[in-house]
Each structure stands twice: as C-alpha cells, then as structure tokens.
C-alpha cells in the first residue's frame, strides 16, 4: 500500500491549509460569539464558501463528481488529508461544501436521483445554496438495526403519505435546510426484511412536518440541531421517491460507508488538534517545580496519543484505499474498524488534553470539551460501537470457517506412545 499522496492533493493540502489560516481561524472567536448572541447563520459563513468555490475549495468529498459537475474528481484517498485539515475546526467543512449530512445526500442524489430530482435537488446542494437533513434514527425503536424503523410511507394514488417520527436528524434546525430524505417503510409485511424500505424526499416546509425540539448533546446546543420531527399524514408525489420501492435498505448503506470515512477523517484531525494543545500546555506549564511534560505520567499522554492517531490514521487511509479499489460492500470490515476505532481514540486524547489542561480545558476557553462531546457522539452516529464490533466479528469468523483447518499445522500435540 502507498499512501504517498499525488502533487495535485498535495497542492490541494498547501491550499487548503492556508485558506484554513487566513479565514477561518481568525474567525473562531467571531462564530463563538455569533452564535452565543443567536445569530445564526453566521454573519461571515456565506462570504467564506463564495471565497471557497472561487479558489476551487469546493465539493472535495464525492470520488464520481468531476470538474464539470461542479466537483473535485478526487479519490476517497486523497479527500482523507483534506478532510483531516478541514476536521481541525467543527464548523469549517460546511466552508467548503464538505459538511454531514449533506455530503451523504448529495451521495444518494447522484448516485439514485432521477434527472428531475437532480435538478431540483442536487444542483442547489452542490451550488451550497440550500442545506438537507437525513431522517432515519427514530426514539421508540433501536434504529442500529434499519429493519426496525417504524414509519410508514403509504402509497395513495399519485401521492405518498408518511406517518411518523424520528430524531437526531442533524441540521433540521438551520434555516437553510430544505429538504430531508426520509427512510421509512413502504412494505412493512414484506418476508425480506431488507426490502421493506424506501428513502422518500420530503421537503421541510410539507404540512404535517413538525420540528418537535432540538436535541442538545452533553447540554451542548447545535444551532443547526439534533432534532426530533414528527411526520402526520405528509403529503408528497410519487415522483420524491429515490429508487424504487424498497430500496431503502441498500440505499442507506451505500450512503453510511463513505459518511462513517469522512467522520474518521474528520476525527483524526480533532484528535491532532487536541495533541497540539496537550503538547504547548505541556511546555509552558508548571507544577510542584516541573513543566507538566517532565511528569511521566503526561509525557507517557503526549508518546501514547502519537501512536494512536498514526495507528487510526493508517486504518482510515488504508479503507478509503480499499473504498476506491473495491467498493464500500468488499471494505465492509474496515469500515467498521475505523468506526469503532477512531471516535473512542478522540474521546481518550481530548479526555488526556482537558486533565493537562485542568479546569481550562472543560470550560469553552479551549475546543477541548466540544472535542470529546463530538467523539463521544459519534461512537452511536452512523451505528453504535457494539454493532460495528459484531460485523467486524462476524466477518473475521467468516472468514476463518472458509478455510477450517488453517491452524493446525501450527499445534504440537503431546506425542503417543
């Protein structure tokens, strides 16, 4: 495996990198203070993502949109740096068009979209002219397991009625979202319990939609939410359906493998970030007559999180490798691990950054505190550890039952005589 990354991504990095330095973070402060003072959007964020598309900092993320589609053409590999740079921020990928859930939307509209839904749809996703939503996490049921998820999507003549509810839909709350794609059930006494599900495009203003709340996380507040929406008898043409009928299932796999990439992505670059500022509190710090770096137990953090973003960073390059490659489907076990792996990673280095840090580094004084929240989170986003640890199980004995035998060679049982 060579992850040497070509001149193109390399410039793309040096670019990004500065574009991060010039305009991004020196407005930290100002988007802290928007939205403390509830201005939200932000006042400075549409000025920046015109900046962005006019030096070519624009839909990055999608390996089958080319240049003249209004993407980058990149690979899954060399989005990973990208990504990482752009993670160092919370709010920074939206910048660039690169910003969950609309990544994964506008995945499932290039990739299932008919011509009118991409027109309608997709154009003003890719143009950054609108916001969308996913809506398939739902309260009264484990929604780990899709097969579970209880709304119903009824056909009615040339309409579909969707009765419902759901939660935890990210960005139902930013003024700029205007479309969710729903799944639900379209067939709930289908024998195939995988084909009883359907993605319907639902715009935000339907009637019969309703934002219950926004959800905080670890009382943190997202402005652009973690929302519950309640779904009574909304009213939509056939023609907002993504596929067919049924199609769901598959459809919101081919939309979670490349989203649970990009998070880890995003991730390694949360957990460089919480390293960094580990490392300088280290340096400047002193207690009981030392720098804190001089502790073992702190230089042992600072040796112990080196190794473990390389070690995640590594994993994370060698999936998208193989989502590029061999399809997300064949990367299905490495998909999992970086999942698993990665959001508990930040959680352990940003929780060792907040100790060196002491009471500083779980006051909003340091990005510490949202840095493990938003770790924290992302060990359920996209399915829950547990689930991610029984696939990765399920296919290593797999594997192992293909080929009975393999080990005996290496047995030395006690000899007869």
């Known amino acids: 495996m060579n992850f040497d990354h070509s001149p193109k991504v390399q410039e793309l990095c040096r670019r990004l990198t500065c574009f991060m330095d010039d305009h991004i973070i020196p407005r930290i402060r100002q988007h802290h203070d928007d939205i403390a003072a509830g201005i939200f959007p932000v006042s400075f964020v549409d000025d920046l993502k015109q900046l962005a598309k006019s030096e070519g900092l624009w839909n990055l993320f999608l390996p089958d949109l080319k240049a003249d589609e209004g993407g980058a053409g990149l690979t899954n590999l060399d989005y990973a740096p990208l990504a990482e740079i752009m993670g160092r921020v919370s709010w920074a990928a939206e910048i660039f068009n690169c910003s969950a859930p609309d990544t994964g939307n506008m995945e499932i509209l290039h990739m299932f979209g008919t011509g009118a839904q991409k027109k309608h749809w997709l154009a003003p996703l890719l143009a950054g002219k609108i916001r969308s939503a996913f809506a398939m996490t739902e309260p009264d049921v484990s929604s780990s397991d899709a097969t579970n998820i209880q709304t119903i999507i009824r056909r009615d003549n040339a309409n579909y009625i969707i009765n419902g509810r759901k939660w935890f839909i990210s960005n139902a709350a930013h003024p700029n979202c205007k479309v969710m794609i729903v799944m639900g059930k379209t067939d709930p006494d289908n024998a195939d319990r995988h084909r009883q599900q359907s993605m319907i495009l639902v715009p935000m203003d339907s009637a019969g939609v309703t934002v219950e709340r926004n959800i905080p ?152 505190a949202d840095i493990w929240t938003w770790g924290r989170a992302l060990r359920y986003a996209d399915g829950p550890d547990e689930v991610h640890l029984r696939t990765i199980a399920r296919l290593e004995i797999g594997e192992s039952r293909n080929s009975p035998g393999a080990t005996l060679p290496y047995l030395t049982p006690p000899l007869r005589t």
């Open 217 to 368: 996380i670890m009382h943190h507040h997202s402005p652009e939410g973690h929302c519950e929406i309640t779904f009574r008898d909304v009213c939509v043409p056939t023609g907002n359906i993504l596929g067919g009928e049924g199609d769901g299932f598959m459809m919101a796999q081919a939309r979670l493998g490349p989203g649970r990439i990009h998070h880890c992505m995003r991730s390694i670059g949360q957990s460089e970030l919480a390293l960094d500022l580990m490392v300088e509190r280290a340096l400047e710090r002193k207690a009981f007559g030392k720098y804190l770096h001089q502790h073992g137990a702190v230089s042992e953090w600072i040796a112990r999180s080196r190794m473990e973003i390389d070690q995640a960073r590594l994993l994370v390059l060698k999936t998208a490798d193989m989502i590029d490659k061999v399809g997300a489907k064949s990367a299905a076990k490495e998909i999992s691990m970086i999942k698993a792996v990665v959001p508990k990673m930040q959680t352990v280095i940003a929780d060792r950054a907040m100790q060196v840090f002491g009471a500083m580094g779980i006051s909003p004084d340091t990005p510490l």
